[in-house]
């Protein structure tokens, strides 16, 4: 681990110690109280143990999503990530952009490129590129391709398939792993994923109540 808090845990380790990582949840990413914040053990989204397997349904009524349909459309909608972030600091981001534009030029689907609002890549040549909310691109996808990012579980939420290949992604157990599995999407049984995914998250009166360490410490 190179980036910063990578000392944080080469020193827990050595002492057979846990570090619980702090990070910005993935769902109801608003401001001020109604904000959550991931909490886990050991690593950050996917690689974290939020001691969530198997949870109840009680946590997901509350945040008051709706889990929408699946439904597609017709555009590829390849989302890029920040290329010095914590989330894909154990690989070579622009090499996995670089073979996901390979794959991608195969297909006769219109592929929109997003870039990351912290790190405006350049166009792709011959791929469309927006700016816009995710939730406009949304409207007419076939499915989201990322490497981890949380657009996978704002699409999965949406009822859009997608696509993701490192384990790190949230979504990781509700999305295919494949970059050519485009015409052969996922789209399983969402709700114990959604029920779980709720039970990675606390708004800060939840931490402050202990609510959260009540529950990664039962």
């Not at 910005?24 to 991931?38: K, L, M, Q």
């Not at 007419?140 to 949406?158: D, L, M």
Request: charged share 25%; net charge negative.
């Amino acid at each position: 681990i190179s980036w910063p808090r990578g000392e944080i845990f080469r020193r827990q380790r050595q002492n057979n110690l846990d570090v619980v990582v702090l990070e910005t949840g993935y769902i109801n990413r608003g401001d001020g109280e109604t904000h959550h914040y991931a909490a886990g053990f050991n690593g950050l989204n996917g690689r974290a143990d939020f001691r969530n397997k198997g949870m109840p349904p009680d946590r997901w009524a509350k945040l008051g999503v709706e889990l929408k349909p699946w439904s597609q459309g017709s555009n590829i909608v390849l989302c890029g990530q920040v290329p010095w972030d914590a989330s894909v600091d154990h690989l070579d981001y622009m090499k996995w952009l670089q073979d996901a534009v390979d794959v991608l030029r195969a297909t006769s689907r219109r592929v929109v490129f997003r870039p990351h609002p912290k790190a405006r890549l350049n166009p792709i040549p011959g791929f469309d590129y927006s700016t816009e909310p995710l939730q406009t691109d949304l409207q007419n996808a076939h499915c989201v391709i990322a490497c981890n990012s949380n657009a996978c579980v704002e699409a999965v939420i949406e009822g859009v398939p997608a696509i993701a290949t490192d384990e790190g992604c949230m979504a990781w157990d509700v999305v295919g792993h494949r970059l050519d599995d485009i015409e052969n999407l996922t789209m399983p049984n969402r709700w114990q994923w959604a029920n779980d995914l709720a039970y990675t998250q606390w708004t800060l009166d939840e931490m402050r109540s202990g609510e959260a360490w009540q529950h990664l410490t039962r």
